[in-house]
């Protein structure tokens, strides 16, 4: 049920073909949960806000820096040295003060994951880790919740949507932790932030129920060309250690 | 035929380039596509591709036309116009 406020809030968005009042009373009635809020996670919160998502939990440890200030969006120079998912949800608050924020100092960890995630109707990933990915994945498949996992690497950017049970699994489609991936990532903002609107689009989709969600498939751009595909993945694996058939 | 090899994330600056075009038989495997261009690139590339063992890593997505490779030893085909190497990349 729309209150006034937001009827009129989201009186633009109301007319897109497939979304409507319905669509617009299940994102205000969904939380969303975004791992991380540096340069990919931050702008994919304020769309989530922006879209009227009923509350939305930031997770992400660690004070801003100067060097984060070429993509994190949410925060500003005079908060270098301050919580950044508490800068995070000042951002959100002061532009929709009607949505719940939480803010977790923390990163996603054995300790948090599964309260994180059942508090949750949807995730989003956006951690620059191996560990914490495979771990959002196994306890977003235990919770039986999407995921919608994004990534970015230099001019490039992938989003894949997963749906538990149904399409493959990150552990599907990567069993292991690359060992090449190194921490620091070459990144400018506008390439995160375009691959955090894709995903934001992605979990949107999904709550309100229309369009179509790329399940199933890698979507991947590459801001230096402009191209965009959608890889479509082989089935979930039955022997993936993650979400795959119970041993007899 | 021509086949379009695509390298995506760590693996275009460990090629020094994002594409390259090959000649193919539709009968060659894409395992050996990618073994020769591992071989051409070497180094950091060849590491980022095979295991120590030289079986291929398990964290490498390889795509064909769009669909997803599993198994590398399937022929490449008559009609396939690109053969793309993605590693995951986690940048956030
Ligand atoms: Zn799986």
Redesign the interface.
């Known amino acids: 049920m729309l209150s006034d406020t937001d009827r009129a809030t989201y009186e633009w968005q109301l007319d897109v073909p497939g979304f409507g009042e319905a669509g617009q009373a299940k994102l205000r009635s969904s939380t969303a949960l975004v791992s991380r809020i540096g340069g990919l996670g931050g702008p994919l919160a304020m769309s989530l806000a922006a879209a009227g998502f009923g509350k939305i939990v930031l997770v992400h440890r660690g004070d801003l820096r100067e060097d984060d200030l070429n993509r994190q969006t949410l925060m500003a120079r005079g908060w270098i040295g301050r919580s950044r998912v508490e800068c995070a949800a000042e951002t959100l608050r002061r532009f929709k003060p009607e949505i719940e924020v939480e803010a977790v100092d923390a990163n996603f960890a054995e300790e948090n994951a599964a309260g994180l995630v059942a508090g949750a109707d949807i995730v989003f990933d956006c951690a620059p880790l191996f560990e914490e990915r495979f771990l959002m994945n196994r306890e977003c498949v235990r919770a039986a919740k999407p995921l919608i996992d994004c990534s970015m690497y230099a001019m490039e950017g992938q989003v894949i949507p997963i749906l538990p049970g149904r399409t493959p699994c990150l552990a599907c489609i990567y069993p292991e932790a690359p060992p090449h991936w190194r921490r620091r990532f070459p990144v400018i903002g506008a390439v995160s932030a375009l691959v955090a609107q894709i995903g934001a689009l992605e979990g949107i989709k999904q709550v309100a129920g229309f369009g179509e969600v790329a399940f199933g498939q890698l979507i991947a751009v590459d801001a230096a060309t402009m191209r965009f595909d959608k890889i479509r993945l082989a089935p979930r694996r039955a022997d993936c250690d993650i979400c795959g058939d119970p041993a007899p | 035929m021509t086949v379009r090899l695509n390298y ?3 693996l ?2 460990a090629a020094g380039r ?1 594409s390259e075009e090959v000649e193919a038989d539709p009968a060659d495997t894409v395992l050996s596509l990618v073994l020769a261009a591992a071989r051409r690139a070497g180094g ?1 590339f060849e ?2 591709v095979f295991d120590g063992d030289g079986a291929p ?3 490498l ?1 390889v ?1 064909s036309d ?3 490779v ?1 198994d590398l030893s399937v022929p490449v085909g008559e009609d396939v116009r690109e053969i ?1 190497l ?7």
């Not at chain 2, 993605?86 to 956030?92: L, R």
């Open positions: 995506r994330g760590q275009a600056g994002s950091e590491a980022m890593r398990r964290t997505l795509a769009g669909e997803q599993v793309t993605m590693p995951p990349i986690a940048g956030g």
